[in-house]
C-alpha cells in the first residue's frame, strides 16, 4: 500500500474525520464560508497529517458523499483567502467571488473593483469586462506571434488562414496549424522537414511569420505544387536528409496511405498491413535523420470502416516508441466537415471528424 493511501486512511479515523462531515453542512450559496472553513479549520487540520494544500482538497473531495467538487473547493478557498474581509467592501459578495476565482493577477482585481464601484456595474457588466478583456488579451497574443496561438490542446480554427499554403489544395491544413507546432516544439535556428509539403503551407507559414524566420527548412513531395518543394517519393527513397541532421519533422502523410472507408471488411486486415508498413519506413527514416531532442509531429486519425476501427494514432505510438522516441504532445483537431464521407441515414456506423496531432521526441 502506498504511503500516500495509508495516510489518506489513517486520515478518515483522525480529526479530519469530523471535519470532513461538517462540510456538507454548507450550502452553495455560502462559499465565503465554506472558505474560511477550508483555510483556517481542515486545511491547517490536514497539514498536521502530512497532507497538503491541493492534495488535501482533492483528497476531501473524494470521500464518500462530499457534494463538492475539487473545482469548488479551490474556488471557495481562493474567494476566502483573497477577500477575508467581504463583508466590509463596498460591493455584493458575488462580485468578490467572480473577481477572486477568474483574475489571477491581485492588482488587476483591485482595478476590477474600483471600475465596479465608480461605474456602478451589476455583476453581469463585470463578467462582460472580464470576458472581453480576456478576448483583447488573446488578440494580442495573436497580433504579438502574428497567428491565432492555442493555449489548450484543442486546436479548432474558423477557416485557413489565407496566408498560408493554396487555396482548394485537397488535404492542406490550416497554416495555424503548423504555426502552433512550431511555437511549441522548434527553437530558434532549428533545421526543419516536410517530406509530405503538398501545397507548400508548411514553407509559407516559416517565411511569412517573423518569429519562425531564423529556422531553415526544406520540403518534399511526390508531386511538388512549387518550385520551393523538392520531388521526392518517400516510399522509395525515404527522406533525402543526413542521419542525426533534423530538428523537426511535420508528417501529414497523404489518405491514400490508409484503408478506405469503402473497402470491405474482407479486406481491411490487408489494407491496415499495407498502411502499417508504408508507416513503418516513414518512421524510421524521420527517426534516423532526427538530432537527439529532436520532434516530430504527426497528423493522424483512427480510420472506420463499417464495425471496425484501426487505431491508427495508437499504432504509430507504438512504432515511435520501438524506434526509440517518446511521446511529448497530444492535440485533436476538428476536421472541417466533409459530408461526402458521412453516413448514409440508417447505417449504423460513425465516421471520424477528430484528427490528432502527436508529437515526439528523439531520447
Ligand atoms: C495531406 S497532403 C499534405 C498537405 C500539406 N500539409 C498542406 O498543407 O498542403 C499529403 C501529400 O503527400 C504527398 N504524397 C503522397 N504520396 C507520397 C509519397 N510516397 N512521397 C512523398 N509525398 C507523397 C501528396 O502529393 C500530398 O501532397
Redesign the pocket.
Known sequence: MSEKIRKQQQVKTSELDSLIEKLNSFSTDNYWDLGKFLVDKFLPAALKEGIFGEQAMKMLSSQPGCKFPYSMLKQCQQFYTYFPDVEKRPLAEIFYFDLATKVDDTTKRREYEKLAIQNKWTISDLRKKINDDELARRQDEKTKYGFDLKEKNFWSFDAADPR???PN?????P?QV?ANLLFYYTKQGDYLI?????????GDVVDAVPIFQDRKYKM????P?DSRINR?????TGIPEQTTSVDFV?L??????FPQTSDSSFMISTAKAETML?LKGVVRETSRILKQGGRVSM?IEPTIVGNEMIDFPGEVSNLFKEFGLKQIGQVYMPRRSDSSKANKFGEKAMVSEIREILTFEKI
Do not use: C, H, M, W
Not at 489544395?169 to 491544413?173: E, H, L, T
Not at 521526392?232 to 522509395?236: C, D, E, I, P, T
Open positions: 498560408f499554403g493554396k489544395y485537397k488535404g492542406r491544413i497554416g503548423v516536410d517530406p509530405f509539403a503538398g501545397s507548400g503551407t508548411f518534399y513531395d511526390i508531386e505544387a521526392n517519393n518517400v516510399l522509395q511535420l501529414d502523410p497523404p489518405s491514400e496511405f508504408k497528423i
